[in-house]
């Protein structure tokens, strides 16, 4: 097999470990078992007297180290923590957790205030194993709010909404409507990244979506763009697909009676996989654009 080859399935390898949530080593250093296996004696071809009656092993003798990286002292204290609060919050029952986030959201009377409420909430177990919280970026008082599903690997690690390719591609299509990143409001449906990228739980969207709803409140846009899917699904309360809901003007009304329009897209991640799909999303942003004009009076 060719260097080249190697390289290649090596980089699949750690990709597929990335994606799948693997972002820590159990130890600092590779421990190849193969040769380790090949060295050590075989410690069940004992001697029949020794098999029976469990003589122990003589001092001196050879037998495998005790494999550090697998004793309960090994772990990292946070990964220990964060499965202690994960059980504990199992034990709550979700209307409890729910009336929490309800009573948490509705308190906050500003944006400060609500991303300490969120970061402060233990009822969502997402925030036990992301890295980072991603409460939003940009402008609190523009007129565009823009909004998707849950953060990405990359949002993760900067703790900023729409991080790396996707948060590239976002800028070059609000660049294409004259509008840069700082003249808009980026969040997500989902403050923390769910494990290894799956799908949100029901139980999860509706803990998280008191914190989002009050974040639409506070920002009082002119507009939203819900990227991709579940964001479109969750902010119209349609079950049609992206595609079909795309193109097409909703409204959200929040509880204080505030009217806002929304326009479903393709998010920019699905645009990187699909380049083609490319000029269905600028059909889109054209129309938002031209509704911004035409609310900037």
């Known amino acids: 097999m060719s260097d080249t080859a190697i390289t290649a399935n090596w980089e699949d390898l750690i990709r597929f470990y990335a994606e799948a949530g693997v972002d820590c080593a159990l130890s600092d250093e590779p421990v190849d078992r193969f040769t380790e296996a090949a060295t050590q004696p075989n410690r069940t071809a004992l001697p029949d007297n020794r098999a029976r009656n469990n003589t122990p092993i003589q001092a001196g003798s050879a037998q495998p180290a005790p494999r550090k990286e697998n004793t309960p002292s090994a772990l990292q204290p946070q990964k220990q923590q964060a499965a202690s609060n994960i059980a504990a919050q199992a034990t709550i029952a979700p209307e409890v957790l729910l009336q929490e986030a309800r009573k948490l959201a509705a308190s906050a009377t ?107 409140e506070l920002v009082a846009p002119k507009v939203i763009v819900a990227l991709g899917d579940p964001a479109a699904k969750a902010l119209t309360g349609s079950r049609e697909p992206i595609y079909k809901l795309r193109g097409n003007w909703h409204s959200l009304t929040t509880a204080n009676g505030q009217s806002v329009a929304i326009m479903p897209s393709l998010h920019p991640d699905y645009l990187l996989r699909t380049p083609a799909q490319k000029r269905f999303a600028w059909e889109d942003w054209l129309m938002v654009k031209m509704r911004l004009e035409n609310t900037a009076g």
């Open 110 to 216: 500003d944006l400060t205030a609500l991303q300490q409420a969120m970061t402060g909430f233990d009822g969502c177990r997402l925030k036990f194993t992301a890295k980072n919280i991603c409460f939003a970026d940009g402008s609190a008082g523009a007129a565009l709010m823009v909004i998707g599903d849950a953060p990405g690997r990359d949002d993760d690690l900067e703790g900023v909404p729409f991080s790396g390719p996707a948060g590239q591609m976002l800028n070059r299509i609000l660049a294409a409507i004259n509008l840069t990143r700082e003249q808009a409001y980026l969040a997500n449906t989902l403050p923390w990244r769910p494990p290894g990228n799956r799908p949100a739980t029901p139980l999860e969207l509706d803990l998280c979506r008191p914190f989002l709803d009050r974040q639409i």
